[in-house]
């Protein structure tokens, strides 16, 4: 059974940086999509980022683009989040998920509803 966990949340100040880390365990690391999601309260999930098996496609949600970087470490099984120039707004519960498995390393997807897999999720909390 694939499970995933997620660390690196916690409570920060506008500016700051901070770096999630996902590791997945009971299934092939190597042939997932993984991705990150978030959820704020009230609010939708909201696709943040999705990295390629191969690590040669990469996609970013519109309000991270340029601030958040997206890796993985198919050694260690485990996809990063690093997230710079923090915003109020960026205060959410973020997901990592993965889809798949795939044979094509550069298969991504960024809908919620198409990822197999998800984790409990980490608190990400940015004060003004």
């Known amino acids: 059974q694939v499970q995933l966990v997620e660390s690196g949340g916690g409570l920060v100040q506008a500016g700051d940086s901070l770096r999630l880390s996902c590791a997945l365990s009971?299934?092939?690391?190597?042939?997932?999509?993984m991705s990150w999601f978030r959820q704020a309260p009230g609010k939708a999930r909201e696709f943040v980022s999705t990295?390629?098996?191969?690590?040669?496609?990469?996609l970013y949600g519109d309000s991270v683009k340029g601030r958040f970087t997206i890796s993985r470490d198919n050694a260690k099984n485990t996809v990063y989040l690093q997230m710079y120039s923090l915003k109020p707004e960026d205060t959410a519960v973020y997901y990592c998920?993965?889809?798949?498995?795939?044979?094509?390393?550069?298969?991504?997807?960024?809908?919620?509803?198409?990822?197999?897999?998800w984790g409990q999720g980490t608190q990400v909390t940015v004060s003004s």
């Open positions: 998920a993965a889809s798949g498995p795939y044979l094509n390393g550069a298969e991504v997807r960024n809908r919620a509803d198409d990822m197999k897999y």
């Open positions: 009971g299934g092939t690391f190597s042939l997932y999509a």
């Open positions: 990295i390629s098996w191969n690590g040669g496609r990469i």
